[in-house]
Nanobody, 126 residues
Framework: QLQLVESGGGLVQPGGSLRLSCAASGFTLDYYAIGWFRQAPGKEREGVSCISSSGGRRNYADSVKGRFTISRDNAKNTVYLQMNSLKPEDTAVYYC???????????????????WGQGTQVTVSS
C-alpha cells in the first residue's frame, strides 16, 4: 500500500531544534494537503500543523505556533516540519498524513486522511 515515510526524529535537549521530513512512497503529493500529528504516551493524538497542496495555506496548533514551521517541496515529493525551541512537552511520536480534501484552514479531521506515515520519535529531555 502507498504510504508516507517520516524521518528526522531523535533525542534533543530543551531549546534545541529538529527538522522532520515526510516523503511520499509510490505517489506524488501535488494534490494532497499534509497534516502533522503527534501522540505522547497516555494521550490522544493531536494535530500539530498542516499545509495545503500548493503550500498557500498553513496552520499550527497554539502550543507550537511561533516555534514550528511547516513547508513543502513538491518537486522533491517531501513535506518538512522545522521544530525550534523544543520543550519537554513536545515529546511524542510524530506522524504525517495526506488528505485529498480541501478543509477550512487546511485542518481536516484525522479520518479524512488517506495515507499515514509510520511515525518518528521525538524526545526532548535534559
Amino acid at each position: 500500500q502507498l504510504q508516507l515515510v517520516e524521518s528526522g526524529g531523535g533525542l534533543v535537549q530543551p531549546g534545541g531544534s529538529l527538522r522532520l521530513s515526510c516523503a511520499a512512497s509510490g505517489f506524488t503529493l501535488d494534490y494532497y494537503a499534509i497534516g502533522w500529528f503527534r501522540q505522547a504516551p497516555g494521550k490522544e493524538r493531536e494535530g500539530v500543523s498542516c499545509i495545503s497542496s500548493s503550500g498557500g495555506r498553513r496552520n499550527y496548533a497554539d502550543s507550537v505556533k511561533g516555534r514550528f514551521t511547516i513547508s513543502r517541496d513538491n518537486a522533491k515529493n517531501t513535506v518538512y516540519l522545522q521544530m525550534n525551541s523544543l520543550k519537554p512537552e513536545d515529546t511524542a511520536v510524530y506522524y504525517c498524513a495526506a488528505t485529498p480534501y480541501v478543509c477550512s484552514g487546511c485542518l481536516c479531521p484525522e479520518n479524512e486522511h488517506d495515507y499515514w506515515g509510520q511515525g518518528t520519535q521525538v524526545t526532548v529531555s535534559s
